[in-house]
């Protein structure tokens, strides 16, 4: 039961591990005032991913359950979830699992009356490959993040993944007809984790530009960079806090990749020991210097303080992360303020209900019920736990779907006219 709750996590904790790695920050107690009372310059977005407990099975799962009246977009960042069928887009079989799989999200997504962001990559959770293939096994969809070697070159495409892609992309945005789509998501990890290799993607993005511009030109298109990566901050990066020479040499890296915003990926929680605030230009500077309209494709904060068996699976409780209600709150107030201020129309707030119950998040070691414990004991051994916590209460609503503290920040934002 243990490896097949690996198998079946393993793309959601990798990703979450990495941008443990790669986010930096802490809430700012001097926080900018609201601007423009009753008018916001952004959509309001979160994605539905939920984990789906029973008493034998633990499954990843987009659920819609309490998103109604409460978004003006949905966020489909499908691929590190579910897949990309490439055999298929590469003029292979139907992948009918997957395709079931997609026709729910767009039935519920339809359901909801809402717009679509539709998040899009090639690149694997970890960033330094391909993405997961979907595969079809006995009507079930199966997923193999093993199929392809690391630091792909999608120039000499010997694959044929390069036109899968194009292929895959142009079915996506037609079967979902988005708002606003990502060709690429957190690039810039691509290029410190495979730097000879990145020129081919910025190639390959280019041309899936192009190919969407022709055939829909007001579509806004634009890849994601992780602000924690590009500022180069922490114990490991180039440049102190404030210092701006690493931002603007990574900068200058991206300029060859064709896009009308800047995408940002921003997690600054998991880095809270860098500093005790938020640098009031921690966003602001991205587009200063960058000179384009910057919007958020995720970003989030958890509510709760993370205690776990620190520093290895067997050793005492020790609590590694700080946060409450509040520092949600201020995090939130930080982000829709400076978003606004930016005039970004995007803003996608990564949960929008908890995908971990109370007693989960606050219990160590675990007591909670049925199957719970044996997650807990899994993402434990791998390291991933302290991150899995805070991941799983950066919602608005609990668990349960109740409104947590943070709700009535989100309300008052989410009843402001779009100008």
């Not at 290799?197 to 969407?212: A, G, H, P, T």
């Not at 970003?299 to 709760?304: A, E, F």
């Not at 503290?405 to 100008?419: P, V």
């Amino acid at each position: 039961m243990k490896q097949k709750i690996r198998r079946t996590l393993v793309i959601c904790f990798l990703l979450i591990s990495v941008l443990l790695m790669l986010s930096c920050g802490h809430s700012n107690s001097d926080q900018a005032e609201t601007s423009s009372a009753g008018n916001r310059s952004f959509y309001l977005a979160s994605v539905p991913v939920q984990f789906e407990v029973t008493d034998s099975d633990i499954r990843i799962v987009f659920d819609f359950d309490g998103f109604a009246g409460k978004v003006d977009l949905i966020s489909l960042h499908t691929d590190n979830f579910f897949g990309l069928p490439w055999d298929e887009f590469a003029g292979g079989a139907l992948v009918q699992a997957w395709h079931t799989v997609m026709n729910q999200i767009k039935t519920e997504v339809e359901a909801l009356n809402v717009g679509v962001y539709l998040s899009l990559t090639p690149l694997s959770s970890m960033r330094n490959g391909i993405a997961a293939k979907a595969l079809d096994q006995g009507g079930n969809l199966l997923i193999d993040n093993q199929w392809c070697p690391d630091c792909y070159n999608f120039d000499t495409d010997a694959d044929n993944i390069r036109a899968a892609y194009l292929a895959y992309v142009r079915w996506m945005v037609d079967f979902f007809d988005p708002i606003f789509l990502t060709h690429g998501i957190e690039v810039d990890m691509y290029m410190d984790a495979c730097p000879y290799e990145y020129n081919s993607l910025i190639n390959l993005l280019n041309e899936v530009y192009d190919q969407e511009k022709a055939i829909n030109p007001d579509l806004p298109i634009f890849p994601s960079f992780t602000a924690g990566g590009l500022w180069d901050y922490g114990d490991s990066g180039q440049c102190e806090v404030g210092d701006t020479t690493c931002l603007v040499a990574n900068l200058a890296l991206q300029d060859s990749i064709k896009r009308d915003r800047f995408g940002v990926s921003a997690y600054p929680i998991f880095m809270q020991w860098e500093w005790e605030g938020i640098p009031q230009d921690y966003f602001s500077a991205l587009s200063e210097l960058s000179g384009e309209r910057v919007v958020f494709c995720e970003t989030g904060w958890g509510s709760y303080p993370v205690t776990v068996p620190w520093p290895g699976p067997d050793d005492e409780c020790f609590q590694v992360l700080t946060s409450s209600d509040d520092d949600q709150i201020e995090y939130m107030q930080f982000l829709f303020s400076q978003a606004d201020e930016l005039g970004s129309d995007l803003v996608v707030w990564w949960s929008l209900r908890d995908y971990l119950f109370e007693q989960f998040l606050t219990s160590c070691p675990c007591d909670s019920p049925g199957l719970w414990c044996l997650l807990y004991d899994t993402v434990n051994e791998d390291g991933l736990l302290p991150a899995f916590l805070m991941w799983g209460s950066m919602g608005v609503m609990d668990y349960n779907g109740q409104e947590k503290a943070s709700y009535a920040l989100w309300h008052e934002w989410r009843n402001r006219t779009i100008q």
